[in-house]
């Protein structure tokens, strides 16, 4: 009798076992999703668009996967971060520029990172926040993201991990004090975390990179390798460059020696437009404007055996488009409070097919705003109300399939199309009406028009780590004197 249910124990002992580990099979086969992020990068600051420095691992990214040729970023920052993670027009939720610090991304919106932290994900991120900190409940550790590391703000610098004696510099929330470049830092954070995670489960990285925002920082042996180039500035931008590439490399790496590449998708773009430092290509405008210099990206999508590589696409696709994208692609189930803006553009995706959108594209700051409608581009700008000393508001409509470099303004012999345009998006052209007036925009208008390298106002250039960005505002300090760093200044009640 003893025997027999020894048997019958073990046996019930096995098909447990036999099921918990399908049941880990099954979750690791969930695909991983790593997107790379990069900050400031020009449509030519990239090898496989004809840029002067070496990024030979996105060029192969660019030939395994898809180059997705007509994707669409903000051309701020915190508006593009915002769009990515809600699948909304950052203007919904009051993001018109660079985070101001009384505003947060909001907290009553699902983020993409809880999407897939729901669906049983390890989320993790490493990079610049930017979204928000006005308490500890903005930090990334606590919207979301299993893993953090990196800064809050944009712009830390590169050696020292803050602005002045202040570190910026966490993981999970809390201050670390370690040494490095901030662009090794990041791909080795990421390159451990895929190695050390759990296999049975599947995730989601979000790399959100600071290269090559300002301040222009670089070994200096990355330097030397553009001696050729003229401008000094230039030379430690392509450095910068070089070194993303590498970081990048460093994480692909990593997914090739845990043998899940055909099983993660990873997608890279630039956040918005480069300052003029960086390369445009020709297209007109830079960071800070709505034309396709500040808001046509580099851009990169790989997933082996469900896209089609080494093709590119001429699909328009806007960031915030890549949230419910990957909600039917990967059958999340969402938890949302507002409907996505974006739409899902899996079907020409897995194709490599192109088709009418079904929604207009609108991308908006706090004084102008673009819509890419079917054929044509509008651009309305200067139409912000609490703006003093605007310059004369002005409507431009572009062909721009036929005129990729909005050379010519059509708007006068098409008034029907502009007047479809602006009554469909109507909504949005208010918004930025409406946009509180931010002290200190326009002199990062006046900054980039003028043709300063260095829009932002740091101008934080150095090889080594002599040159730190400014403290900026008081630091705090306990009772004796000593420096409370940044994550650990915030408001806890």
Aim: net charge negative; aromatic share 8%; charged share 25%.
């Amino acid at each position: 009798m003893c025997e027999r249910l020894s048997v019958i124990n073990s046996s019930f002992v096995s098909i447990v076992l036999t099921c918990l580990s399908s049941f880990a099979f099954a979750a690791s086969t969930k695909p991983n999703v790593v997107l790379l992020v990069s900050d400031d990068q020009g449509w030519g600051d990239v090898g496989y668009h004809g840029g002067e420095m070496s990024t030979p691992n996105l060029d192969q990214l660019a030939k395994d996967g898809m180059e997705l040729n007509r994707f669409y970023t903000y051309p701020i920052c915190s508006p593009t971060r915002t769009s990515l993670l809600t699948g909304h027009i950052s203007m919904r939720h009051d993001i018109f520029s660079p985070i101001p610090a009384n505003l947060t991304i909001p907290h009553d919106e699902q983020l993409m990172n809880q999407a897939f932290k729901e669906a049983g994900y390890t989320t993790m991120t490493a990079g610049k926040w930017h979204l928000g900190m006005t308490h500890v409940r903005d930090l990334p550790i606590n919207r979301g993201f299993d893993h953090t590391y990196g800064s809050l703000r944009a712009g830390p610098d590169y050696w020292t991990h803050g602005r002045g004696e202040q570190k910026d510099w966490a993981r999970d929330g809390k201050t670390v004090f370690e040494k490095g470049y901030v662009t090794d830092l990041f791909g080795n954070e990421i390159s451990r975390l895929i190695r050390d995670r759990d296999p049975s489960k599947p995730f989601f990285s979000y790399v959100a990179f600071t290269a090559p925002h300002t301040p222009l920082q670089a070994p200096q042996e990355y330097v030397d390798k553009y001696a050729h180039i003229d401008n000094g500035d230039r030379r430690i931008y392509c450095a910068m460059v070089e070194i993303l590439d590498v970081a990048i490399g460093n994480i692909l790496k990593a997914i090739d020696d845990e043998g899940i590449r055909d099983n993660t998708i990873v997608i890279f773009f630039s956040d918005n437009g480069p300052t003029t430092v960086g390369d445009s290509s020709g297209f007109r405008g830079r960071k800070g404007l709505v034309y396709e210099g500040g808001t046509r990206m580099p851009a990169i999508i790989r997933w082996p055996g469900k896209i089609p590589a080494g093709i590119r696409s001429e699909q328009p696709m806007v960031v915030y488009d890549l949230f419910p994208t990957f909600v039917e692609a990967l059958d999340l189930k969402t938890n949302l409070n507002t409907p996505f803006d974006g739409e899902s553009l899996w079907d020409v995706l897995k194709t490599g097919g192109k088709r009418e959108r079904k929604t207009d594209m609108v991308i908006g700051t706090g004084t102008s705003y673009s819509v890419h409608s079917g054929d044509y581009k509008l651009v309305h700008s200067n139409i912000n109300r609490n703006t003093p000393n605007s310059d004369p508001e002005l409507v431009e409509l572009f062909k721009i399939y036929d005129d990729p470099k909005e050379t010519t303004n059509i708007a006068d012999t098409h008034q029907d199309v502009v007047e479809k345009i602006m009554a469909n998006n109507a909504v949005f052209a208010d918004m930025v009406r409406n946009a509180p007036f931010r002290e200190g925009r326009r002199g990062r208008a006046a900054r980039i028009a003028r043709g300063d390298s260095d829009p932002s106002g740091r101008n934080g250039v150095g090889t080594s780590g002599g040159a730190s960005a400014p403290a900026g505002p008081p630091i705090a300090r306990d009772n004796d004197g000593n420096i409370i760093h940044l994550h650990e200044s915030l408001p806890r009640d």
